[in-house]
Every structure is written in structure tokens, then in C-alpha cells.
């Protein structure tokens, strides 16, 4: 380890750093007898053009003689800024490049961004440990739950008087606006995603809109989340509408649920969602865990 430089991902460099950050995450799932969080490295590459597309400037590699080593990924979204992935070739872990990458993310997340969030297994002591001398605290339990393709889910009911309707493209304001609330800052940009290559619900009362879910299929996962709404049953019914009908599609289901919720956990896994792996919320700075009545938006947007 001569002369490790840090510098920002560019195009050019997305099958080096997508293979890097599937193995990383490869090698820590097998160690512990799980299942990979992400199947290929097709899948890896894929997902490091979308962060290059959603946060072209949030991405830094460490370069050892040429060689990648490593990436970390920071999504500044004004006062919150959220951070994943990050990854070490697992060659040259337990050498200090994890701390150099999570110090550069805080820094590209902004000087005084209150509130710094990630997700992480929490089976995975090493990034535990990392992420703890860095500041950050666990402050939720999360359980990322699967709902395996082709499950025939039974509708949960909405209250009788809301109307439930796929969104439109007037509803995007209010959606954004709704997103805001829950998550703590607009990501206008993600929520474009959902609703122009997802799918997204909304739940109105009369014309107030109550409640919101998106979804999206990537690669044979659907990913679900986030989703809020003022009221425990409605935010069940349209998760649990939303999941139905991503698994129809053939897709395996993921959603990620603050573990505290009991409503919500026991309406999900009555429904077929079974437990794929629990996590830990944390957060650098003056967070709190997430709101009620809130299912987090995937892809390291917690
Ligand atoms: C997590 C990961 C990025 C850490 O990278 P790394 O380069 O090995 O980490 P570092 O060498 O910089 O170690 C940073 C800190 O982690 C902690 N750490 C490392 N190994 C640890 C262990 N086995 N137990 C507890 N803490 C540990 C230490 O606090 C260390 O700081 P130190 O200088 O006081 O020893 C790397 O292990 C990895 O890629 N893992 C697979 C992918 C992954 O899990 N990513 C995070 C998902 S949220």
C-alpha cells in the first residue's frame, strides 16, 4: 500500500468499481452463512451507473497503483445526507481505507449538513465498528424483508374513506412534498425515479392526499419504499397493495421497515414477507430514528 489516492467515480470507471463493490458485499454475506444483498456483478455495475446518473459528484474511489480498492457513495440532500455504498477490496481490508472513504463521504456530504444517515447489516461487526469511531449511532433497529416472486398476497383493507389510485403526474409536487416530510429534506430526483419507472400509489382523503408507496423493479428485485401515511392501516393496505402487485410481475419483493413497528411487521409478514436481514439505522449528528408510519426508500436513499 505505496500511494493510496482518493478521487471522484467517473464513468470510465463503473465495471472496476461495480466488481469491487460485489465482491466486498459478497465475501461478507458468505462469511456469514447469507444470502448477498446484491446477485451479480452485472447487477453491481448496474447499480453504480444509476448512482453516477442520480449523485454524479457523491462518488469516491481509492486508487492503489492503479488498481481500484475501494468506493464509498454520499447523497446530499440539503440538511440530510445519506451514505452507501461503501466497500474495500476484501485483499486489503482492516488497513485504514474504509476510515479514509467515510471521512471523504462526511466531508462531500457537506460542512454542517445536520444530519448524516446510513443503513448497515447488522451482523457486519467490522462496518459497525467503523461507522461508530466515525460518530455515528444506532438509533433503530430495521428489518429488510423479502417477499418471495409470485406470492398471491390477500389485500390489506384501506379505511373506508380513502381512495387509493396509482399516481399521476400532477401528484408530483404533493408526493415530493409528502417524501419531504417523512425523510427530512426534498429528494425530488428519487421520487422521479419511482414515478417514472416505478410504480407509485397515492391514498387521498377526500383530495388530501393521506398517504403515498413506491416501488420499483430492478434486475428481478422489486424494491419497496418509502412510503407514509397519517394512519397505521392505510400505510399497510398500500404497502401490501404495492407488494402484490410487484410480485405479480414475477419479482422477489424487498422493503425496508423500521423493526419497532409492530403493526407494520405483523401485517407484512402475514401477508408472505419474511425476514431477508436486520439493520441498523445510524446516524452522525442530531438524528432521531425515522418517523411513524414510515417504510424507508431503498437503495442506500434512507
Ligand atoms: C466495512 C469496510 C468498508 C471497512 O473497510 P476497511 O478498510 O477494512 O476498514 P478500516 O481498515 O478503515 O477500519 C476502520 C475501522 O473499522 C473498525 N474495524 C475494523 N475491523 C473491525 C472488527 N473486526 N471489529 C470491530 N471493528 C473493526 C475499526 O474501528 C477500524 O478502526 P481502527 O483504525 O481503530 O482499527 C470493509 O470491511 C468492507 O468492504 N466490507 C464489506 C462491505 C461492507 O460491509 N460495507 C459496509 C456495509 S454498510
Not at 172 to 180: E, P
Not at 236 to 256: D, P, W
Amino acid at each position: 500500500m505505496t500511494g493510496l489516492t482518493l478521487r471522484a467515480v467517473e464513468q470510465r470507471d463503473v465495471e472496476r468499481v461495480g466488481d469491487l463493490n460485489f465482491v466486498a458485499f459478497y465475501r461478507v454475506a458468505l462469511a456469514h452463512g447469507l444470502q448477498p444483498g446484491i446477485a451479480s456483478p452485472a447487477e453491481s455495475r448496474g447499480y453504480i451507473r444509476h448512482l453516477l446518473t442520480i449523485d454524479p459528484l457523491g462518488g469516491t474511489l481509492a486508487e492503489d497503483e492503479g488498481e481500484v480498492v475501494g468506493l464509498a457513495w454520499v447523497h446530499p440532500r440539503g440538511p440530510v445526507a445519506t451514505i452507501g455504498p461503501i466497500a474495500v477490496d476484501p485483499r486489503v481490508q482492516g488497513r485504514g481505507i474504509g476510515r479514509r472513504l467515510l471521512e471523504r463521504a462526511v466531508e462531500l456530504a457537506g460542512r454542517g449538513v445536520p444530519q448524516v444517515r446510513l443503513v448497515h447489516e447488522s451482523f457486519n461487526g467490522q462496518a459497525l465498528g467503523l461507522y461508530l469511531h466515525a460518530g455515528f449511532r444506532v438509533v433503530a433497529p430495521l428489518l429488510d424483508l423479502e417477499l418471495p416472486a409470485g406470492t398471491a398476497v390477500a389485500p390489506a383493507p384501506a379505511p373506508r374513506t380513502v381512495v387509493v389510485r396509482p399516481a399521476v403526474a400532477d401528484d408530483r409536487a404533493r408526493l415530493v412534498a409528502r417524501d419531504a416530510r417523512v425523510f427530512g429534506a426534498p429528494r425530488p430526483q428519487n421520487v422521479d425515479l419511482y414515478l417514472g419507472r416505478g410504480r407509485a400509489l397515492v391514498a387521498e382523503s377526500p383530495t388530501a392526499l393521506v398517504g403515498y408507496a413506491l416501488g420499483i423493479g430492478f434486475r428481478g428485485t422489486g424494491y419497496l419504499g418509502s412510503a407514509s401515511a397519517d394512519d397505521p392501516a392505510l400505510l399497510l393496505a398500500l404497502v401490501v397493495a404495492l407488494a402484490a402487485e410487484l410480485a405479480s410481475h414475477g419479482v422477489t419483493v424487498r422493503t425496508l421497515v423500521p423493526a419497532t413497528d409492530r403493526r407494520l411487521v405483523e401485517g407484512l409478514t402475514a401477508a408472505g414477507f419474511r425476514v431477508f436481514r436486520a439493520c441498523h439505522y445510524m446516524v452522525r449528528g442530531g438524528g432521531t430514528a425515522p418517523p411513524a408510519n414510515y417504510v424507508l426508500m431503498n437503495g442506500d436513499m434512507m
